[in-house]
C-alpha cells in the first residue's frame, strides 16, 4: 500500500512537472513569435478599425486605417485621407490585442505614396516633425527626390496657381510628419 501511495505521488510531480514545461514552451514560442512582428505588422492587422496616431509635436490624427506601407500609414475619415509618417509616430490607440503578420504587404515607401499625392496635384497641408501641430504649410507637392519633397506654398484656402505661390519649400522626406488633404477638413 505505502508504495502504490509513493508511486502515485511521484506521478503526480512529474505529470506537473511536465504541465509547467509545455506552458513554458508555448509562453516562449507565443514571445518568438511577437518577436518577429514588426510595426507595420502590427498595424496592418488593424486595417478597418479607428485609430489614434500621436506624432508628438506635430499633432494628433484619428481616421479609420486604411493603408500600411514600408514606413507609413494612411488614415481616413469621412472628410477625407491624412498620410502619417511611421518614423514620427509616438504611439497608437484603438488597436486590438491581436496581430498576425499581413500575407499581402505594401512594400511601397513613403517616396513614393508621396509622388502619388503629387500626381493627384491636391492641395494638402503639411506637418513637420518638431513643428507644432498648428504649424502647417498649405499648398501642392510639385516634386519627390529620393529624399526630399518640394512644396508649392499657397495661402490657406487658395488654390495653386502661379500668381498664388508664395514660396517653394524644400524640405526633406525625414521632416514630413504627415499630409493631410486640406479640401476635406483635415488641414
Known amino acids: 500500500m505505502r508504495w502504490d501511495a509513493l508511486f502515485r505521488d511521484m506521478e503526480a510531480q512529474m505529470a506537473a512537472a511536465d504541465e509547467r514545461h509545455a506552458a513554458g514552451e508555448i509562453s516562449e514560442r ?14 496592418r492587422s488593424q486595417s478597418g478599425r479607428e485609430l ?10 484619428r481616421g479609420v486605417l486604411r493603408h500600411v506601407g514600408a514606413g507609413w500609414v494612411v488614415l481616413e ?4 485621407s491624412a498620410l502619417a509618417a511611421l518614423a514620427h509616430v509616438v504611439s497608437v490607440r484603438g488597436l486590438d490585442r491581436f496581430a498576425e503578420p499581413a500575407a499581402r504587404a505594401l512594400n511601397l515607401g513613403i517616396a513614393s505614396a508621396l509622388r502619388e499625392i503629387s500626381r493627384d496635384r491636391s492641395i494638402v497641408a503639411l506637418r513637420l516633425a518638431g513643428k507644432a501641430s498648428g ?15 518640394e512644396l508649392a ?9 502661379p500668381g498664388n ?3 517653394v519649400h524644400l524640405l526633406p522626406t525625414s521632416a514630413v510628419a ?4 486640406q479640401q476635406h477638413g483635415w488641414g
Not at 496616431?53 to 490624427?61: E, S, Y
Not at 502647417?136 to 519627390?144: E, K, N, P, S, Y
Not at 506654398?153 to 496657381?161: L, N, Q
Open 77 to 80: 475619415r469621412e472628410r477625407g
Open 135 to 149: 504649424e502647417v504649410l498649405h499648398g501642392t507637392i510639385d516634386r519627390v527626390g529620393a529624399d526630399f519633397v
Open 153 to 161: 506654398v499657397v495661402a490657406a484656402g487658395e488654390e495653386r496657381r
Open 178 to 181: 504627415a499630409v493631410l488633404t
Open 52 to 61: 489614434v496616431v500621436d506624432l508628438g509635436r506635430a499633432g494628433t490624427l
Open 165 to 167: 505661390v508664395s514660396a
Open 30 to 43: 507565443v514571445r518568438v513569435e511577437l518577436g518577429g512582428i514588426s510595426l507595420q505588422d502590427r498595424l
